[in-house]
């Protein structure tokens, strides 16, 4: 059960390097520089905001965030918790370490990568305290990414939200007649009208 898992999950991180380096590789030429393109920034955006406007997290960030701990909300500019995964991958590594270590001449690598792994390779007193310890680290390790990606993604995106909210125009009646806001979406006047659709 645990050779198909450890299979299994091998063949889903080949999946997301395949698609995340396909997803980032332009097929078609750009008429256009991204690098040259200067959008139209609020005079009163900071550069944090601009910042977090400007970030986008695509499957490459996905492998990132494999090696290094946080790092999706390091991106998402919430430092406390990305320290907190990169703390709770360390602890992941730690026990997993420990196992090692207290098992060196049972065990070896790859036992502790799930491939060929049976708790009965440790000896029988202690054997539910190392399975403990070692369903624990995986738990943290994999907890960990996974958190990181879904709930960084999320974070992004809601702070996203909040910052087009702000700068973005919020008409009013009070605006339409007060202000040049025709002006500003390249009509000279606020023409009423009336159009008529038909359907078949």
């Not at 029988?124 to 990181?148: H, P, Q, W």
Request: glycine content about 6%; aromatic content about 16%.
């Amino acid at each position: 059960m645990k050779r198909k898992f450890a299979a299994v999950l091998t063949n889903i991180l080949i999946l997301s390097a395949i698609t995340g380096f396909s997803q980032d590789i332009d097929i078609f030429n750009k008429q256009l520089n991204d690098n040259f393109k200067m959008p139209h920034i609020n005079k009163d955006m900071n550069f944090q905001e601009y910042q977090l406007l400007s970030r986008n997290l695509r499957m490459k960030d996905m492998l990132y965030a494999m090696v290094v701990p946080g790092y999706a909300h390091f991106y998402a500019q919430e430092n406390k918790l990305g320290y907190s995964m990169l703390g709770t991958r360390i602890a992941g590594y730690a026990g997993l370490f420990y196992i090692y270590e207290k098992n060196k001449d049972r065990i070896d690598l790859r036992h502790l990568l799930g491939i060929g792994f049976n708790s009965s390779v440790f000896p029988e007193e202690d054997r539910n305290k190392y399975s403990a310890i070692y369903a624990t680290s995986l738990v943290l390790i994999f907890g960990s990414y996974f958190f990181d990606w879904i709930h960084g993604q999320y974070i992004l995106q809601k702070k996203q939200e909040k910052i087009r909210f702000k700068f973005s125009p919020h008409i009013t009646a009070n605006t339409i007649n007060n202000t040049n806001i025709g002006t500003s979406y390249g009509c000279n006047k606020i023409i009423p009208g009336i159009s008529f659709s038909v359907q078949f």
